[in-house]
C-alpha cells in the first residue's frame, strides 16, 4: 500500500506529462506474444505448397502480417470454458432418443474405402486408409484393420459426436477406439437428460471418458492386452440466455484428435483445439490416450482438455484424427521455416509451442484454399475435400512405395509430402432439426454431394419407393412404387428397373434384419432413421472412355450412385444400427433394433 500511495503521489507531481505506455495485453482468450512477427514484416507473400508434387502445386498459402495481430486482437468463434459458461442452461431435449446414430467406418468388400457416410447433408463422415496396398495382387493395406472410429446422434435440438484414433496398428487399438466411440454414445444417450447446464455436459463428458477407459481395460481374453486410443466427444445444444450465441459445442479431448468450427456467414474458420499438441515431447507423440499405459492401469492424460464453444445454428463443426490435420501440417507438407519468414527450426529445443502456434494458423489459411467457397461448404464438401487432400497429399508415397517393395519410405517430405495413416472427418451442421431437417441447412439440403454421398430426403418423392438417380430417365425405367400399406414392412418388389441392390428383410420381437446383394466391386452404404432406411451402392471406378467413344443413350450408368430407399409403417420404428458381417457370398448383413408403437 505504502509504494502505491508514492507511485500516486510522483504521477500527480508531473503534471501534464504522458504516462509511459505499457505494452498491449494479449487477449485473455489467446493469451501468447507471436516471437515470429518481426519477421513478417514483408506485406504479404504467398507460399507455393510444392514445385514437383502435381496436386500440391496447385495450392498456394497466403500469409499476412495481419493474421498474427488478428490472433492477439480477438477471436469470436472460440471461449474456454470458465465459470461463467459453466452456469449456462441449456435448452431441454425435444426427445429422449436419437433421430439417427451413425457410425463408423463401416466394413467395405475387398480393399475399398468407405464413402461418405451422410444423412440430409446435416451430418457427414468418412474414414479411409491412405496406406498402400501390401502388394498389386492383395487385397490387404498396410496398417489394416482401420484403427479410427467415428460415431454421432442426432436429436432435435442437440447432438453427440465422437471421433477416436487407435493409437499404433493392430485389433487392440481398432477395439480400444470401437470401445470408447461406443461407451461414450451410450453413457451420453443414458444421461443426456440429466444435462441441464454447460457444467454438466462438461462433467459427464469426463465420466464418459473415465468409464470408456475402464471398458478398453477390461480384458477379454487373457493373451490378448488391451489397445490404447485417443478420444474427441462434445455435445452440441441451444442455449436459454440473453446473449449473442445461440448454441454452444462442449467437448472433452485427450490425445491429438482436433476439431474445427467454420461459419460460412462470415467465411470464418477457427481451429477450437489450437492447444491440445502444444505439450508433445516430439513429433509422433499424440499427448495423451485412454487405455492403460502404465503398469497400474492407468491413462495418459497429459493433455486431458474441456472446453465450451458459443456457436449460431448454421455454423459447421468438423472433428478429425491426425490423418486429416497432419497433411496440413507445414512441417509434414516438405515446407522449411525460413520460406515462411520464421527464425527457428521445427525441431528446435523449446519452440514446440511457437510451431504448434504458427501451424495453426498455416492450417487455417491452406483450408482455405482447399475448400474454395467457405459460405457454400456443407458437411458433406467438408469432409469430401480433406479427405481428398489427405490422400492426394499422399500419393507420391503410395506410388515409391509400390514401386519398391519391402524397403522403407525415405523420410524426406520434401520429395514425399504428407503422412500416410488412417483418416477420419466427421462434419455436423449447428441447428434445430424440424420435420428431418435443420432450419439452418434447409438452403443446401436440397443438392447432393458430388462425391457420391446419398441424396437428401427432400428429393426422395412421398412414399415407400425404390429410386435410381440418373436411370430415372430411361423410358425403360418402372414408374414408383405407391406407399406401402399399414403394416406392411416395406415394399419389395421384385422387377424395380435398374437398382442393383438385392433385399431380403426379417423380423422378430425386437429386431430387423437387412440380408443385402449388390455387385462387386462397388462401396455400399446403409444410413436409418426412426421410419426409414437409404440403401446406397457406388462403383469404384467409372468407365473411362476411350478416344473418339461416347456413351450410348447418355448414360454412364458404372460410377453412378444408387439408391434404394425403404419405407417403414409409422407404427415401427429402428434405431442403433449394426453392420453384423459380410458373408462370403457377398451377402452384408445389417440388424436394427426394433420398436413396435401402439396403432
Known sequence: PKESKT???????????????????????????????????????????????????????KLEPHHYAQLEKTDLLRQVTENSLKGLRIAAPSDTNPIITIKGPEPQPRNANEPIHSYDDLVSAQTISTYPLRNENDTVREGDPICDRYGYCLFSNRSFAVVADGCNWGEGPKRAAETAVNTILNFLH????????????????????????????????????????????????????????????????VGDCKAFLVRPSTNEISDITDQNRVGQQHHADCGGRLGPISA????????????????????LIFLVSDGVHDNLHPRILGLKPQSLGLNFEWADPGKGEDVERFSTTFRVELMRQIFGNIGALTPSTVV??????GSLTTQSSRDWMGQNPGKRLPR???????????????????????????????????????SGSPSSAAQVPPGGHDTYKSLAQLSLSKPLPSTPPVGQPFVAQPDTGFVPIAITATLNANKLTLYCKTVTHTKFQCVGTAH??????????PVQLRPNEEVFGGINEIGQTYNRIIQLPQHMRIRNKDFINVHDNGTIVIQFDLEILPH
Open 532 to 541: 426409414k432406411i437409404q440403401l446406397m451402392t457406388t462403383g469404384i471406378q
Open 412 to 450: 524426406d517430405y520434401e520429395r514425399f509430402p504428407g503422412k500416410m495413416d488412417h483418416t477420419t472427418c466427421l462434419c455436423f451442421s449447428i441447428g434445430t432439426v424440424q420435420d428431418g431437417h435443420s432450419a439452418a441447412a434447409a438452403s443446401s439440403s436440397s443438392s447432393s454431394s458430388s
Open 296 to 315: 497400474t492401469g492407468e491413462p495418459d492424460v497429459r493433455n486431458l482438455t474441456t472446453r465450451a464453444v458459443l456457436c449460431q445454428p448454421g455454423d
Open 190 to 253: 443414458e444421461k443426456h437428460l440429466k444435462i441441464t447446464t454447460v457444467g454438466d455436459a462438461t462433467s459427464y463428458l469426463l465420466r464418459g471418458f473415465y468409464r470408456a477407459h475402464k471398458k478398453i481395460c477390461e480384458q477379454t481374453d487373457p493373451n490378448d492386452s488391451p489397445g490404447t486410443t485417443t478420444l474427441i466427444a462434445g455435445i452440441s445444444f441451444p442455449i436459454v440466455t440473453d446473449i449473442n450465441s445461440d448454441w454452444v459445442f462442449v467437448y472433452a479431448s
Open 384 to 389: 469430401k475435400k480433406l479427405v481428398n487432400h
Open 7 to 61: 507511485r500516486n503521489a510522483k504521477e500527480k507531481q508531473k503534471g501534464g506529462e504522458e504516462k509511459e505506455k505499457e505494452p498491449p495485453k494479449p487477449h485473455p482468450l489467446f493469451p501468447f506474444r507471436n516471437p515470429f512477427l518481426p519477421n513478417m514484416s514483408r506485406p504479404p507473400f504467398t507460399i507455393p505448397m510444392s514445385e514437383s508434387d502435381p496436386y500440391l502445386a496447385t495450392l498456394k498459402v
